[in-house]
């Protein structure tokens, strides 16, 4: 049983870690189009944006978990 919890808490970890590499990745590329891009309504930018959201929404939900 102890091992099934440490395996449980170290996969968390590892897809916490991995969700945070992603927003670190979405929130670089979105500061790299946002000096590109004249007009910061440009489809591109309103989906990298959206995908940043769904992200961080995604680590807040797994934040939360993890303390229940």
Same mark, same amino acid.
């Given at each position: &049983?102890?091992?099934?919890? $440490?395996?449980?808490? =170290?996969?968390?970890?590892?897809g916490m870690d991995a969700l !945070? @590499? /992603?927003?670190y990745r979405l929130r670089n590329?979105?500061?790299? &189009?946002?000096?590109?891009? $004249?007009?910061?309504? =440009?489809?591109?930018?309103?989906?990298?944006?959206?995908? !940043? @959201? /769904?992200?961080?929404?995604?680590?807040?939900?797994?934040?939360?978990?993890?303390?229940?």
């Amino acid at each position: &049983m102890f091992f099934s919890e $440490s395996t449980h808490h =170290s996969s968390a970890k590892t897809g916490m870690d991995a969700l !945070l @590499d /992603e927003i670190y990745r979405l929130r670089n590329r979105l500061n790299e &189009m946002s000096r590109d891009v $004249s007009n910061l309504s =440009s489809p591109r930018l309103v989906e990298v944006s959206q995908m !940043l @959201d /769904e992200k961080l929404n995604d680590y807040e939900q797994l934040k939360c978990r993890k303390y229940w």
